[in-house]
Nanobody, 127 residues
Framework: QVRVMESGGGLVQAGDSLRLTCVSS????????MGWFRQAPGKEREFVAA????????WYADSVKGRFTISRDDAKNSAFLQMNSLKPEDAAIYYC????????????????????WGQGTQVTVGS
């Protein structure tokens, strides 16, 4: 059983930055694609960003392109989401997820493709 845990959320003002961290209990993350999703009150969970098992490919939601950057450090069993120029509409609970799907068949933007989820970390953005 792989566990992932997020940290780094908090209360910031519009235009500020935050860096979310996801740490995994897996012996190694190298075989897992990693993704970030978010859910705002009254809304469905939505895809934010994902990174392939080897870091060679990344995907972003249109709403965060150019502002958010996903990365990974397999030596630390960690993935990161750097969020810059935050907007009030970015406020949500952010979830980290890991997928063991083969890269050739992995739909990184679909939440159903991920087997392991964290508990989430709250991001609040004041206007």
């Amino acid at each position: 059983q792989v566990r992932v845990m997020e940290s780094g959320g908090g209360l910031v003002q519009a235009g500020d930055s935050l860096r979310l961290t996801c740490v995994s209990s897996a012996r190694t993350l190298t075989s897992y694609g990693m993704g970030w999703f978010r859910q705002a009150p009254g809304k469905e969970r939505e895809f934010v960003a994902a990174i392939s098992w080897n870091g060679g490919e990344t995907w972003y939601a249109d709403s965060v392109k150019g502002r958010f950057t996903i990365s990974r450090d397999d030596a630390k069993n960690s993935a990161f989401l750097q969020m810059n120029s935050l907007k009030p509409e970015d406020a949500a609970i952010y979830y980290c997820a890991a997928s063991s799907r083969p890269s050739w068949s992995w739909d990184a933007k679909e939440s159903s493709e991920y087997e392991y989820w964290g508990q989430g970390t709250q991001v609040t953005v004041g206007s």
